[in-house]
């Protein structure tokens, strides 16, 4: 009976440090807003267009490469603009398309907040409530998440980036 209360009181201990420690990914998880970068350092081609050689990380039919003077003048290297690569916390690289996800605080609609922006929703979520938005560039996806931070109808918003969970080879 002493070594149950013992184990019980260690456990009743350990959860909350537990809580602590993880609260930064909580946070990141259900609260705020994932933290992205751009990673400027590499840049997305072809996957065929280049030598195994040079892949820092292979995406799907894309490569990840290091943004080296060689590789900017190498003409032979299929550049990929209409995807951005992203890092997150952990370092792991994915692939942008400049879409923003968001979702709205209750009693709003994702169309109105839309509109209100000039922009409409090209997918909808129902059961999770999420709703996408397409921009044309990083640039105007950043700074429509930095509007929707602090717009009280927007209770979510977060960068539309897909991880391939694969480790740099």
Do not use: C
């Not at 990914?25 to 081609?45: K, R």
């Not at 490469?65 to 952990?90: G, H």
């Not at 398309?97 to 209100?116: K, R, W």
């Not at 090209?122 to 998440?145: K, V």
Request: overall charge negative.
């Amino acid at each position: 009976m002493r070594r149950h209360h013992l184990k019980l009181a260690t456990l009743t201990l350990l959860i909350p440090v537990l809580l602590l420690s993880l609260r930064p990914a909580l946070a990141e998880e259900f609260g705020a807003s994932p933290i992205y970068v751009h990673a400027d350092d590499v840049m997305l081609v072809v996957r065929a267009s280049v030598n195994d050689a040079l892949i820092v990380q292979g995406l799907g039919g894309y490569a990840v490469i290091a943004r080296t003077p060689e590789n900017l003048a190498n003409t032979a290297i299929e550049r990929v603009s209409n995807l951005s690569v992203m890092r997150d916390a952990l370092d792991r690289l994915g692939l942008a398309d400049h879409s923003v996800l968001f979702t709205p605080s209750g009693g709003y609609n994702v169309d109105d907040i839309a509109s209100s922006y000039s922009l409409m929703v090209s997918a909808r979520y129902p059961n999770s409530g999420w709703a996408l938005l397409q921009l044309d560039s990083l640039d105007s996806a950043e700074r429509l998440i930095t509007q929707f931070e602090t717009d009280d109808r927007v209770r979510l918003v977060e960068l539309n980036v897909n991880f391939y969970d694969a480790e740099p080879t």
